[in-house]
Protein backbone atom coordinates (compact mmCIF):
# COMPACT_ATOMS: atom_id res chain seq x y z
CA UNK A 1 0.00 0.00 0.00
CA UNK A 2 1.38 3.68 -0.94
CA UNK A 3 -0.06 6.79 -0.47
CA UNK A 4 -2.29 8.88 -3.06
CA UNK A 5 -2.50 12.04 -2.29
CA UNK A 6 -1.19 15.71 -2.24
CA UNK A 7 -1.03 18.91 0.21
CA UNK A 8 -0.76 22.16 0.15
CA UNK A 9 0.33 24.41 3.38
CA UNK A 10 -0.01 27.90 3.64
CA UNK A 11 1.42 29.39 6.57
CA UNK A 12 -0.93 31.75 7.37
CA UNK A 13 -4.73 31.85 8.25
CA UNK A 14 -6.10 31.68 4.88
CA UNK A 15 -9.23 29.73 5.22
CA UNK A 16 -11.49 32.56 4.54
CA UNK A 17 -10.04 33.28 1.35
CA UNK A 18 -10.14 29.77 -0.49
CA UNK A 19 -13.21 30.23 -1.93
CA UNK A 20 -11.32 32.64 -4.09
CA UNK A 21 -8.15 31.19 -4.56
CA UNK A 22 -10.48 28.20 -5.50
CA UNK A 23 -11.85 30.55 -8.23
CA UNK A 24 -8.51 31.64 -9.46
CA UNK A 25 -7.42 27.94 -9.54
CA UNK A 26 -10.58 28.03 -12.56
CA UNK A 27 -12.55 25.88 -10.06
CA UNK A 28 -16.47 26.71 -9.42
CA UNK A 29 -17.51 26.57 -5.38
CA UNK A 30 -20.56 25.25 -5.68
CA UNK A 31 -20.86 24.22 -2.01
CA UNK A 32 -18.67 24.77 1.90
CA UNK A 33 -19.92 22.91 4.65
CA UNK A 34 -17.91 22.84 7.99
CA UNK A 35 -17.70 19.67 10.45
CA UNK A 36 -15.78 19.47 13.29
CA UNK A 37 -14.48 15.84 13.53
CA UNK A 38 -12.20 13.78 11.57
CA UNK A 39 -14.38 11.31 10.77
CA UNK A 40 -17.56 13.54 9.16
CA UNK A 41 -14.30 15.05 6.98
CA UNK A 42 -12.95 12.26 6.23
CA UNK A 43 -15.68 10.42 4.85
CA UNK A 44 -16.61 13.98 2.80
CA UNK A 45 -13.54 13.33 1.01
CA UNK A 46 -14.12 9.83 0.53
CA UNK A 47 -17.62 10.39 -0.95
CA UNK A 48 -16.11 12.07 -4.44
CA UNK A 49 -18.62 12.81 -6.63
CA UNK A 50 -19.95 10.49 -9.39
CA UNK A 51 -19.03 13.67 -11.97
CA UNK A 52 -15.94 14.00 -13.11
CA UNK A 53 -16.21 17.76 -13.32
CA UNK A 54 -16.73 17.84 -9.58
CA UNK A 55 -14.26 17.14 -6.79
CA UNK A 56 -14.12 17.52 -2.84
CA UNK A 57 -11.21 19.24 -1.35
CA UNK A 58 -10.61 19.56 3.10
CA UNK A 59 -9.46 22.47 4.29
CA UNK A 60 -8.19 23.20 8.27
CA UNK A 61 -6.38 25.31 10.18
CA UNK A 62 -2.83 23.41 12.04
CA UNK A 63 -0.48 25.46 14.37
CA UNK A 64 -0.56 28.48 12.37
CA UNK A 65 -0.72 26.79 8.93
CA UNK A 66 -3.46 26.20 6.75
CA UNK A 67 -3.87 22.71 5.06
CA UNK A 68 -5.34 22.13 1.84
CA UNK A 69 -5.96 18.13 1.45
CA UNK A 70 -6.28 17.72 -2.81
CA UNK A 71 -6.53 14.49 -4.22
CA UNK A 72 -6.47 15.31 -7.96
CA UNK A 73 -3.01 16.36 -7.09
CA UNK A 74 -2.59 19.48 -9.06
CA UNK A 75 -2.61 22.76 -7.23
CA UNK A 76 1.03 22.04 -5.81
CA UNK A 77 1.75 22.30 -9.53
CA UNK A 78 0.59 25.61 -10.30
CA UNK A 79 3.33 27.69 -9.67
CA UNK A 80 2.57 31.08 -11.11
CA UNK A 81 -0.54 30.73 -9.09
CA UNK A 82 1.21 29.67 -5.19
CA UNK A 83 4.00 31.20 -6.22
CA UNK A 84 2.08 34.42 -6.43
CA UNK A 85 0.09 33.88 -3.64
CA UNK A 86 3.83 33.28 -1.35
CA UNK A 87 4.83 36.79 -2.74
CA UNK A 88 1.00 38.37 -1.84
CA UNK A 89 0.99 37.00 1.81
CA UNK A 90 5.10 36.69 2.44
CA UNK A 91 4.39 33.92 3.34
CA UNK A 92 6.13 30.47 2.68
CA UNK A 93 4.57 27.62 1.10
CA UNK A 94 4.45 24.16 1.27
CA UNK A 95 3.45 21.78 -1.65
CA UNK A 96 4.03 18.08 -2.11
CA UNK A 97 2.75 14.81 -3.45
CA UNK A 98 2.77 11.36 -2.56
CA UNK A 99 1.61 9.01 -5.40
CA UNK A 100 3.03 5.36 -4.93
CA UNK A 101 1.13 4.04 -8.00
CA UNK A 102 3.65 5.92 -10.44
CA UNK A 103 6.20 6.19 -8.28
CA UNK A 104 5.80 10.22 -8.00
CA UNK A 105 7.01 12.44 -4.83
CA UNK A 106 7.84 15.73 -4.79
CA UNK A 107 7.54 19.07 -3.63
CA UNK A 108 7.52 22.78 -4.27
CA UNK A 109 8.56 25.65 -1.67
CA UNK A 110 7.98 29.08 -2.14
CA UNK A 111 9.13 31.29 0.12
CA UNK A 112 7.86 35.09 -0.39
CA UNK A 113 7.84 34.18 -4.00
CA UNK A 114 11.13 32.20 -4.25
CA UNK A 115 10.57 28.98 -5.46
CA UNK A 116 12.39 25.69 -5.12
CA UNK A 117 10.46 22.31 -6.64
CA UNK A 118 11.83 18.80 -7.10
CA UNK A 119 10.10 15.86 -8.60
CA UNK A 120 10.96 12.15 -8.64
CA UNK A 121 8.78 10.41 -11.21
CA UNK A 122 9.60 6.47 -11.20
CA UNK A 123 12.79 7.00 -9.21
CA UNK A 124 14.20 9.73 -12.45
CA UNK A 125 14.17 13.35 -11.71
CA UNK A 126 11.34 15.01 -13.49
CA UNK A 127 11.88 18.41 -12.31
CA UNK A 128 14.62 19.83 -10.14
CA UNK A 129 13.86 24.17 -9.84
CA UNK A 130 15.53 26.36 -7.52
CA UNK A 131 18.37 26.48 -5.06
CA UNK A 132 18.25 23.48 -2.22
CA UNK A 133 16.66 24.01 0.86
CA UNK A 134 18.19 22.42 4.08
CA UNK A 135 15.57 20.17 4.64
CA UNK A 136 15.61 18.28 2.02
CA UNK A 137 19.13 17.20 2.44
CA UNK A 138 18.43 14.03 3.91
CA UNK A 139 16.18 12.84 0.38
CA UNK A 140 18.02 10.17 -1.43
CA UNK A 141 16.27 11.61 -4.41
CA UNK A 142 17.39 8.07 -6.47
CA UNK A 143 15.24 6.07 -3.91
CA UNK A 144 12.80 8.85 -2.50
CA UNK A 145 10.00 7.17 -0.83
CA UNK A 146 6.94 8.73 0.43
CA UNK A 147 8.01 8.83 4.20
CA UNK A 148 11.08 11.38 3.20
CA UNK A 149 8.60 13.78 1.80
CA UNK A 150 6.11 13.50 4.75
CA UNK A 151 9.52 13.91 7.61
CA UNK A 152 10.38 16.87 4.78
CA UNK A 153 6.90 18.69 5.54
CA UNK A 154 7.30 18.00 9.24
CA UNK A 155 10.86 19.49 8.86
CA UNK A 156 9.58 22.86 7.07
CA UNK A 157 6.89 22.98 10.55
CA UNK A 158 3.89 21.44 8.27
CA UNK A 159 3.25 17.62 9.39
CA UNK A 160 0.71 15.78 7.82
CA UNK A 161 -1.67 13.77 10.36
CA UNK A 162 -3.51 12.32 8.08
CA UNK A 163 -7.08 13.99 9.18
CA UNK A 164 -7.07 12.18 12.45
CA UNK A 165 -7.68 14.91 14.45
CA UNK A 166 -11.06 16.09 15.24
CA UNK A 167 -10.93 20.00 14.81
CA UNK A 168 -13.02 22.15 12.59
CA UNK A 169 -12.71 20.88 8.82
CA UNK A 170 -13.95 23.46 5.56
CA UNK A 171 -15.11 20.75 2.99
CA UNK A 172 -15.53 22.21 -0.60
CA UNK A 173 -17.60 20.90 -3.26
CA UNK A 174 -15.93 22.25 -6.53
CA UNK A 175 -16.89 22.05 -10.23
CA UNK A 176 -13.54 21.74 -12.21
CA UNK A 177 -15.33 22.05 -15.97
CA UNK A 178 -13.63 25.47 -16.36
CA UNK A 179 -10.48 24.17 -16.34
CA UNK A 180 -11.13 22.19 -19.56
CA UNK A 181 -10.72 25.96 -21.49
CA UNK A 182 -8.29 27.77 -19.04
CA UNK A 183 -5.36 25.47 -18.02
CA UNK A 184 -3.29 26.90 -15.23
CA UNK A 185 0.32 27.38 -16.19
CA UNK A 186 2.58 24.62 -14.26
CA UNK A 187 6.14 24.07 -14.68
CA UNK A 188 5.95 21.20 -12.70
CA UNK A 189 4.92 18.44 -14.93
CA UNK A 190 1.59 16.59 -14.30
CA UNK A 191 1.69 13.87 -11.79
CA UNK A 192 0.92 10.56 -13.58
CA UNK A 193 -2.43 9.14 -12.02
CA UNK A 194 -4.20 5.55 -12.06
CA UNK A 195 -7.96 5.43 -12.55
CA UNK A 196 -9.87 7.02 -9.42
CA UNK A 197 -12.33 4.26 -8.17
CA UNK A 198 -15.47 4.83 -8.17
CA UNK A 199 -17.40 5.79 -5.01
CA UNK A 200 -19.21 2.31 -5.07
CA UNK A 201 -16.06 0.58 -5.10
CA UNK A 202 -14.36 2.75 -2.50
CA UNK A 203 -13.75 1.53 0.81
CA UNK A 204 -16.48 2.79 3.44
CA UNK A 205 -14.08 4.43 6.26
CA UNK A 206 -13.94 3.38 10.01
CA UNK A 207 -11.80 4.83 12.92
CA UNK A 208 -9.10 2.61 12.06
CA UNK A 209 -8.67 2.43 8.60
CA UNK A 210 -7.37 4.64 5.84
CA UNK A 211 -9.42 5.65 3.20
CA UNK A 212 -9.06 5.58 -0.61
CA UNK A 213 -7.02 9.12 -0.62
CA UNK A 214 -4.53 8.00 1.89
CA UNK A 215 -3.63 4.84 0.46
CA UNK A 216 -3.85 2.96 -3.11
CA UNK A 217 -4.45 -0.37 -3.11
Request: aromatic fraction near 10%; glycine fraction near 6%; charged fraction near 25%.
Amino acid sequence: MSLHISVLAIEADYLAELPAFFEQADYRVLKTTTVRTSAEAGQLLNDQPDDRNKVVKVAYLQDGWTMLVDPEMVLFADNDLVGGLSKKLHSRILGWVCEGVSGTYGFSFFNNGQIRCKLSVDGKIAEDTGVPIGEEAAIAWDNVFEDDILKLAERLGAPFHYLEEDREYQVFLLDESGMDEAQPSRSVPTVPQPPTPKPKDRPVPSPSSKQWWQFWK
